[in-house]
């Protein structure tokens, strides 16, 4: 970057009034942005970064000092003094000025330090494009929001696994199963997402700082010591796609969006069992609405509510997705910007479903006798019926559904409940299908008994509570081992912040020590 004409000034605290001087970032365009471009497009921009990524910018700077440093650009008196104004910003203290900073971050501070600074430093930001830079600032705001994401999982798959309920397909009574094994199911989704959520971060673990714009540096920075002071993993091996490539916004958008599809199904669950016709759960009062007209209704429109959120997670996936689509492959506004502009939007949406449906399942209750009714009036038993006539009775299994089938048209046409058994009726289907048999009264009622039906499943995985039970443990030790999995990855990434900042502590020190030593270089 060019040296800029501004006149240096003395070091000001940040408690006293500052009137910064017009400077020329550029001899190419000669005005400053447009107001409408300010209102619409920058000011927006400004406010976001400023609010979500300041901190990164900061940190993302000082590890620049460092490797000028390292280079022989700047001094350590440079360094130290640099540092201590950056230290200084706040979102209070930084102003968007289309007549100082063009009303861009990196501009603004670039321009809050050179007005503040009288310490010899021609060589800050020389060499140094703002494309790698902006880009990596965008990763880091993949961490706290998959924390929260993780902590919302892990208190969702932690809840109701000993209540029993009724289990459709097709939207018709089908088996009994129970709300753990329900339940496992929606943390098995959960889980699944957090396990992808973490290989994705992993594979985009790469830091783009010195890429430059699209090519590479001139100087030869120390890319692998800027990207693990950064907490990345290793610096992005390719400057084009560091600057130019996005695609990690798709595949997080994508992974949320698949998740938020998964959970909308349950919630859609969740809104007809808490309807009148079934009546299976029940929300408390301070999660529930009301009728302006119909004073018997008790609403849980806030099920509504969450899988309206869980939508716009996909609609923004397609936002990203249409706004990079077709684009040229390099460094784009319209990519860096205005295709991910609804990223904060993303997070903040899938955080507030997370977080209220945790809520939902933390305060939900199942009416264990609504659901026992419901299971004990529908027919649930049949496919056990039929395995009884085909493992006992040596009937083809074709058949044994047919007769079955035939047994309970009757028993319904007969007004007769599913544990009203008639043996004799039966009897008497199989022998017009030519088939004599000797199952005991016992043996049928227990095809129909709701209990039996829960319990006699025996593969792993199924609806068993010792099957349920046995998965709830493997779940545990999956979600225990992700987490611990996020946090290594956390704490890296506060000890980076936390080691460039004592770096700069230690430099300071050491130049303090010089400077009373009359030995300052």
């Known amino acids: 970057m060019d040296e800029l004409p501004a006149e240096p000034v003395k070091e000001q605290s940040i408690n006293k009034p500052h009137e910064p001087k017009q400077v020329t970032l550029t001899g190419r365009i000669q005005a400053p942005p447009d107001t409408l471009l300010q209102d619409l497009l920058l000011n927006p921009q400004f ?5 979500h990524l300041l901190n990164w910018y900061i940190l993302i700077e000082k590890v620049q000092l460092l490797e000028h440093e390292r280079l022989g650009l700047l001094g350590r008196e440079a360094v130290v003094k640099i540092s201590a104004v950056l230290d200084q910003i706040t979102p209070e203290t930084l102003l968007a000025d289309p007549q100082i900073n063009m009303a861009d971050m990196a501009f603004a501070i670039e321009q809050y330090v050179e007005q503040r600074l009288t310490v010899e430093r021609h060589c800050w930001h020389v060499d140094r494009s703002r494309n790698d830079f902006q880009a990596c600032e965008q990763l880091f705001t993949l961490a706290g929001c998959l924390f929260i994401l993780v902590q919302a999982v892990h208190r969702l798959a932690e809840k109701y696994i000993d209540v029993v309920m009724p289990g459709y397909t097709h939207y018709q009574a089908a088996q009994v199963i129970s709300p753990a094994f329900y339940l496992s199911a929606l943390s098995e989704e959960v889980l699944g997402a957090v396990e992808r959520l973490l290989l994705i971060y992993d594979n985009i673990n ?10 590479g540096q001139e100087l030869l920075w120390d890319r692998e010591r800027m990207a693990h002071l950064l907490g990345f993993a290793q610096p992005q091996r390719h400057a084009l796609l560091a600057v130019a490539s ?5 595949q997080i958008a994508a992974e949320l969006s698949t998740l938020a599809v998964a959970l909308s199904r349950f919630v859609t669950d969740f809104i007809a069992w808490g309807s009148s016709e079934y009546g299976f759960i029940d929300l408390p009062d301070e999660l529930a609405s009301i ?8 609403n849980f429109t806030i099920l509504e509510r969450i899988r309206g959120k869980l939508a716009h997670v996909s609609s923004f996936y397609v936002d990203f997705l249409l706004g990079q689509r077709s684009t040229a492959y390099t460094n784009l506004v319209e990519v860096s910007k205005e295709a991910g502009s609804y990223l904060f939007s993303l997070w903040s949406e899938m955080q507030a479903a997370l977080q209220l449906l945790t809520m ?10 609504q659901m026992r009714a419901s299971c004990e009036r529908e027919y649930l038993g049949g496919s056990s019926i039929a395995n009884l006539l085909t493992l006992q009775g040596k009937i083809p299994y074709r058949t044994a559904q047919v007769i079955t089938g035939r047994y309970i048209l009757l028993s319904l046409e007969q007004d007769r409940q599913p544990t009203q058994v008639d043996t004799a009726l039966l009897h008497t289907l199989c022998q017009q299908y030519g088939y004599e048999i000797t199952i005991a009264q016992e043996e049928l009622q227990q095809t129909c008994d709701v209990d039996q039906n829960l319990r006699k499943k025996q593969t792993a995985g199924s609806v068993s509570p010792e099957a349920v039970r046995v998965l709830l443990v493997r779940q545990a030790e999956d979600i225990k081992l992700a987490h611990s999995k996020w946090e290594q990855r956390r704490v890296s990434l506060e000890k980076a912040y936390r080691d460039v900042n004592a770096l700069m502590v230690t430099f300071r020190e050491e130049w303090e020590r010089e400077q009373r030593a009359g030995k300052v270089v």
Do not use: D
Not at 47 to 51: N, W
Not at 360 to 369: G, H, L, S, Y
């Open 47 to 51: 406010t976001y970064e400023l609010h």
């Open 206 to 215: 790469a830091c783009p700082l010195g890429a430059g714009s699209m090519a």
């Open 246 to 250: 996005r695609s990690w916004v798709l």
């Open 291 to 298: 009728s302006s007209l119909m004073p018997q209704k008790k």
């Open 360 to 369: 939902v399942i933390e305060r939900m209750q199942f009416r264990e006798a």
